[in-house]
């Protein structure tokens, strides 16, 4: 699967956003949802029961938290769920190391990620701010062209 990255701020978390990125995986074994405290949603009215099997939930309380599991997890599509006012209590080198992580494990293993911070916007945005990052699909590339050694000056 080609990997991307979409990180976004709403002022309000709402229902069309999360019924849109669950019907567009359908044919996923897995999604993984990660929310943080201050996200509270009713699943029954978003998802049908074939979905629901398939959504591994987990609750975010620290962002080395965060980190852990991305880092550990697979790579089945991730949905994250932040409130603004939780990611804004978070250090920048912390808010630094997840847009890393992010970034390598969409661009360089392939996963989907979907951030969507819900809240007014804040300093954090200077690190997880809207982006949209899909790479470069390296198995299209053509390989068949020369390599040549540039001369040194």
Not at 60 to 87: A, C, F, R
Request: hydrophobic share 40%; charged share 25%.
């Amino acid at each position: 699967m080609r990997g991307s990255l979409r990180i976004r701020r709403e002022d309000t978390l709402r229902s069309d956003y999360l019924m849109k990125f669950f019907s567009s995986l359908s044919s996923e074994d897995k999604v993984h949802l990660l929310l943080t405290d201050g996200i509270v949603w009713d699943h029954a009215d978003l998802m049908d029961g074939d979905c629901m099997d398939r959504v591994y939930v987990q609750r975010i309380l620290t962002p080395y938290q965060l980190e852990k599991i991305l880092i550990g997890s697979d790579n089945y599509p991730h949905i994250l769920i932040l409130k603004s006012e939780v990611v804004e209590s978070w250090s920048s080198s912390a808010l630094q190391s997840i847009q890393d992580i992010l970034s390598i494990k969409s661009g360089f293993y392939g996963c989907m990620i979907d951030m969507c911070i819900v809240g007014k916007p804040g300093v954090y945005q200077k690190y997880l701010g809207k982006k949209f990052y899909n790479p470069v699909d390296v198995r299209i590339v053509d390989d068949e062209g020369s390599w040549a050694e540039a001369p040194l000056p």
